[in-house]
């Protein structure tokens, strides 16, 4: 079966330093990975992406992710968190094997401080 | 260009009453989904369009869950009899096809009372 798992509900972070929101998943097929953003009372806006290529993936605002397939891994990361980076973080798998829909996570609530 | 578009934003129905949540996607794409997203969880999946056709409707949870897109292009999410467990907000998004990201629209907050 076809699933993502954000481990953390909560990351705190200082204004600054790097940021880390983990993601693993689990799919039949072949993946395809994406990473959404959602600001309160928004809609879902997406990030980055990773199809094919490069494991090392760069997407809107500074954020990249690594797709690591051993661990089945695609982590998003930040060299400097900004108060703005706040908000609600999703990750989302697609299965070539099943095609159709996302299989989203439960989200990771990232707060900045500053 | 315009993004994703869901009307209405907010709905407030009885329970038992009958609702329509509209989407409209960004133009040329063909593929549509719908999604429910309740509170502190992640997007639920509920249907896929390919065009007119539904080519994935595994996610709608029972026989009151309705929803076409008559001309491939506006959606609409048809709810009978409402329960106070449909109460979520329910959000659309598109994509032009193939492995691409879908864009997502603001979403329809609804609550039954």
């Known amino acids: 079966a076809q699933s993502v798992a954000q481990p953390e509900d909560q990351v705190n972070v200082a204004e600054g330093n790097p940021l880390t929101v983990k993601c693993t998943y689990s799919?039949?097929?072949?993946?395809?990975l994406f990473w959404y953003v959602q600001y309160p009372n928004r809609g879902l806006q997406f990030l980055l992406k990773?199809?094919?290529?490069?494991?090392l993936v760069k997407g809107s605002y500074g954020f990249e992710a690594e797709f690591n397939k051993s661990q089945t891994s695609f982590h998003l990361k930040k060299p400097s968190a900004l108060v703005s980076d706040s908000a609600l973080y999703f990750c989302?798998?697609?299965?070539?094997?099943?095609?159709?829909?996302?299989?989203f996570g439960t989200g990771t609530s990232l707060t900045v401080i500053p | 260009g315009a993004g994703v578009s869901q009307t209405p934003s907010n709905k407030v129905t009885e329970k038992g009453k009958y609702v329509e949540l509209r989407c409209d996607p960004i133009s040329g794409h063909t593929a549509l989904y719908w999604y429910r997203q309740s509170l502190g969880q992640g997007p639920e999946f509920l249907i896929y369009f390919q065009g007119t056709g539904a080519a994935d409707d595994s996610g709608l949870p029972n026989d009151r869950f309705f929803a076409v897109r008559p001309e491939g292009s506006v959606s609409t999410l048809k709810i009978q009899r409402t329960e106070r467990g449909d109460s979520a907000v329910y959000l659309c998004?598109?994509?032009?096809?193939?492995?691409?990201?879908?864009?997502f629209g603001q979403g329809t907050r609804l609550t039954v009372v």
């Open positions: 998004a598109s994509s032009p096809g193939g492995w691409t990201e879908a864009f």
């Open positions: 799919v039949s097929g072949n993946p395809y």
């Open positions: 990773y199809i094919t290529g490069d494991n």
């Open positions: 989302a798998v697609r299965d070539s094997n099943t095609g159709n829909q996302f299989y």
